[in-house]
């Protein structure tokens, strides 16, 4: 299983699980904390749950934010990384069936955040489109000046 090879990655098998994604505190912020010596670990662990995020939605709204702060490791986003990690070992049987089906009934949900971004106050929105009960797409964005 995918989510348990992440879990294991990261260090943390059997650790506590918690049931919500992010902790309830202030967005990250690019300043937050001291620099990572070596993100390495860091790339590899983002880049494993960015793929994780086609059949496990639920945590694309968390790791997309973590992501904007790659070029600049803290260990405020580590912190982020390691609760994500924490809500995969409690959640391990979510995730998207993906099956056949002839229905052609098309759902949309949307959310947008206006000037959310505490650095940049930039806004970011989120959309997913369903197709009866599969995925269809799903994107995260944040707003470009310029």
């Known amino acids: 299983m995918y989510a348990?090879?992440?879990?294991a990655r990261a260090g943390l098998l059997n650790c506590?699980?918690?049931?919500?994604?992010?902790?309830t505190s202030p967005k990250l912020r690019s300043t937050d904390g001291n620099p990572v010596?070596?993100?390495?670990?860091?790339?590899?662990?983002?880049?494993?749950?960015?793929?994780?995020?086609?059949t496990r939605t639920d945590i694309s709204h968390v790791v997309d934010p973590v992501c904007l702060h790659m070029h600049?490791?803290?260990?405020?986003?580590?912190?982020?990384?390691?609760?994500?990690?924490?809500?995969?070992?409690?959640?391990?049987?979510?995730?998207?069936?993906?099956?056949?089906?002839?229905?052609s009934r098309l759902l949309a949900y949307t959310d947008a955040d206006w000037a959310g971004c505490p650095d940049t106050r930039r806004s970011t929105?989120?959309?997913?489109v369903y197709l009866v009960v599969q995925t269809a797409t799903n994107s995260f964005s944040l707003q470009r000046w310029g």
Do not use: M, W
């Open 72 to 103: 600049d490791l803290r260990e405020s986003h580590l912190h982020a990384l390691q609760r994500i990690v924490q809500y995969l070992e409690g959640t391990l049987d979510y995730g998207l069936h993906l099956y056949t089906s002839s229905t």
């Open 125 to 128: 929105s989120e959309y997913c």
């Open 37 to 54: 010596d070596n993100p390495t670990k860091f790339h590899s662990l983002v880049g494993a749950l960015q793929y994780l995020t086609f």
């Open 16 to 23: 506590n699980p918690v049931y919500t994604p992010v902790d």
């Open 4 to 7: 348990k090879d992440i879990i």
